[in-house]
Nanobody, 117 residues
């Protein structure tokens, strides 16, 4: 069973920063990409950012470009989401997602991020 362990959520004031991390027991060669989605109350889950394993190509949602950065530590199979200049509309549960080389997807349990105005 693939495990995704998330950490780093919490409460922060608008303009502040948080860093989320997601580590996995899956070996790196089996991972195609990892990333983050988020779901705010009453809204659908949406993509925030992801990064591929081999070329470290990153994709970010337009709403977070210039504020969020995604990067990975391949040695530890951990992906980080650095979130700066946080806004109240960033408040959501953030879920880590992993896609393996067979294109199966695995999800973490989610971590709450709350940004107060």
């Amino acid at each position: 069973q693939v495990q995704l362990v998330e950490s780093g959520g919490g409460l922060v004031q608008a303009g502040g920063s948080l860093r989320l991390s997601c580590s996995t027991s899956m070996p790196g060669f089996a991972i195609r990409a990892m990333g983050w989605h988020r779901q705010a109350p009453g809204k659908e889950r949406e993509l925030v950012a992801f990064i591929t394993t081999v070329h470290r190509t990153t994709t970010l949602a337009d709403s977070v470009k210039g504020r969020f950065t995604i990067y990975r530590d391949n040695a530890n199979n951990t992906v980080y989401l650095q979130m700066n200049s946080l806004k109240p509309e960033d408040t959501a549960v953030y879920y880590c997602k992993l896609r393996n080389q067979a294109d199966y997807e695995f999800w973490g349990q989610g971590t709450q991020v709350t940004v107060s105005s």
